[in-house]
């Protein structure tokens, strides 16, 4: 069973930066495609980021490219999501998610999800 842990949210103004963390089961990070995601009140959850499980090749939602960047470290089963410049749109829980197929940007295709840690940006 793949378990997933994030961490690394909080309160921070806008301008400024966070880096969350997620913590996989052994091996998941090696072996699956990894995503972020983010719910903010009232909304869909939708897609942050992801990276290929092979080439390390990365994607982006249109909202964060040029801010967010994605990255894993295999040997410490974790995928980082470094997040600059940071805007009060970006306020949300933002989940860590596991691929058994591909590198998918769409929330359904993704086979196993973290808790969420809260990210809040004020103005």
């Known amino acids: 069973q793949v378990q997933l842990v994030e961490s690394g949210g909080g309160l921070v103004q806008a301008g400024g930066s966070l880096r969350l963390s997620c913590a996989a089961s052994?091996?998941?990070?090696?072996?699956?495609?990894m995503g972020w995601f983010r719910q903010a009140p009232g909304k869909e959850r939708e897609f942050v980021a992801a990276?290929?499980?092979?080439?390390?090749?990365?994607y982006y939602a249109d909202s964060v490219k040029g801010r967010f960047t994605i990255s894993r470290n295999n040997g410490k089963n974790t995928v980082y999501l470094q997040m600059n410049s940071l805007k009060p749109e970006d306020t949300a829980i933002y989940y860590c998610?596991?691929?058994?197929?591909?590198?998918?940007?769409?929330?359904?295709?993704?086979?196993?999800w973290g808790q969420g840690t809260q990210v809040t940006v004020s103005s």
């Open positions: 052994e091996g998941t990070v090696r072996h699956y495609g």
């Open positions: 990276i290929n499980r092979y080439d390390g090749i990365t």
């Open positions: 998610a596991a691929a058994r197929v591909g590198t998918p940007q769409g929330r359904y295709e993704y086979d196993y």
